[in-house]
Each structure stands twice: as C-alpha cells, then as structure tokens.
C-alpha cells in the first residue's frame, strides 16, 4: 500500500515489554523515526535508524529493521505507565534541501497496572 | 538539544478571523520548516515545506492561498490560516530542519486551532 502502516491500539501490564511495529513504503527511506505523542501535546523524537542499519538499541528502547520487508519495530523493555501514548513512525525521503518525512497512522499504547 | 517554540499553544476565535501561527528555532538555523496538520486521533499530514527566502512548496490538496506561510529568516516561519472556518480547526505542528540530512527534524509543541 501507499500508507505507513502501524495496528492502532496496544496494551501491556506495567514491567511488560511492549512492541509497536510498522511497515513502511519507500525502500529508498534514508532514516526511520520514532516518534512519542502525549495528549495536546507536539512530538518528542524517541530514536531513529539508519537505513543500512538492523538494530539501535538506547537504554529501554530497541529498534529493529528489517529492510527486506520494510518493516520496522520498537520495542520498549519494561514499560511503564509514563510510556502510555501515540507512538508514530515516520520515513524520510530527502528532497533536496532537507529530509520530508511520511507518518505512520499511529499506535496507541495503553499501559495497565 | 535543539529546541523549538511554537506560539499560540491554544486559539479558540471567530470564524472569518485570521489567524498567525509561529514557529521559531531557538538554537540552530532553519534552512527548512515544515507546516503539518493534524485531525483528532489521527496522524500528522504534511500541507507544505516553506525554505528561507523562497516560496513554500504545499503538498496536494493544500489550499495556498487560504494557509499562507513565510519563512523571512533562518529562525522564523509563520502559518497564516486566512479567514477561518470551523473545519480549519485542528492541531498544527511545525518543524525545523539544519538541512542537515542526516539530523532529525525538531518539533515544536504544536497549536491547537478552535474556530466557533
């Protein structure tokens, strides 16, 4: 499809791991975001990769890549009621004078005691 | 790191008003900005990418006239929603570029556009 693509919703038990996948569109992306959004509030970049890249870890978040299949996964290790939010993907294409870049349709990650 | 401040937070106003909406870097020089839109409980769409001194580039469907942007420094861009109406209202998130590839964009906090 032409869309990034995430599921919608997730939950998991506080101390859980949780696992947020994404399929993206353009082989061609050069980086791959993670993106975290509170309710009213902007986007706080959480990691991103390279597209040469299979995995970037960063303390609690694990990114995987796998470019075969445009799909990309972020795993965050014992989760916490503070990492309930909208989780976004985001691909970038560059266009000349900076990079443009494609959101996913966002996952909600729910987070129970 | 970078940081960027978008003003208003909040507009609640008229309908037929205009309303500016800017975006500032704070601590990097922006050769690009980027203008994004954003319905409840969905994703962000790009309307257009407005580089410093020249004219902003609006994705398809983005009425130009009706959402005018300026980008007259390397610190600043401003949206402009002209002549307001209820289905304008939305949540827009601006965007900043080095032009650096291979440095994420920095976003700012996002304004949250309600026209009565």
């Known amino acids: 499809g032409e869309d990034v693509e995430q599921s919608l919703f997730l939950s998991v038990r506080e101390g859980d791991s949780s696992v947020i996948n994404c399929t993206y569109t353009?082989?061609?992306?050069?980086?791959l975001y993670w993106y975290k959004q509170e309710p009213g509030a902007g986007l706080q970049l959480l990691t991103y990769?390279?597209?040469?890249?299979d995995m970037k870890q960063d303390q609690r978040l694990t990114v995987l890549l796998n470019k075969k299949d445009k799909h990309l996964s972020l795993r965050i290790a014992d989760t916490q009621t503070g990492d309930s939010a909208i989780y976004f993907c985001?691909?970038?294409?560059?266009?000349?004078?900076?990079?443009?870049?494609?959101f996913g349709t966002g996952t909600r990650l729910q987070v129970t005691l | 790191g970078a940081v960027v401040s978008q003003h208003p937070s909040r507009v609640i106003c008229k309908s037929g008003t205009s309303v500016k909406i800017e975006c500032r870097s704070l601590?990097?020089?922006?050769?690009?900005m980027f203008w994004y839109r954003q319905f409840p409980k969905q994703s962000l769409m790009l309307m257009a990418t407005?580089?410093?001194?020249?004219?902003?580039?609006?994705e398809q469907g983005v009425e130009k006239d009706k959402f005018l942007i300026n980008h007259a420094s390397l610190t600043l861009s401003t949206l402009t929603v002209t002549s307001a109406h209820p289905e304008d209202s939305s949540f827009y998130i601006c965007?900043?570029?080095?032009?650096?590839?291979?440095?994420?964009?920095?976003f700012g906090d996002g304004t949250r556009l309600s026209i009565l």
């Open positions: 601590d990097f020089q922006a050769t690009t």
């Open positions: 407005s580089n410093e001194g020249s004219k902003a580039t609006y």
């Open positions: 985001a691909e970038s294409k560059n266009t000349g004078t900076a990079s443009k870049l494609t």
């Open positions: 353009d082989s061609s992306s050069t980086y």
């Open positions: 965007s900043a570029s080095s032009g650096d590839f291979n440095q994420p964009q920095h």
């Open positions: 990769i390279f597209s040469n890249m």
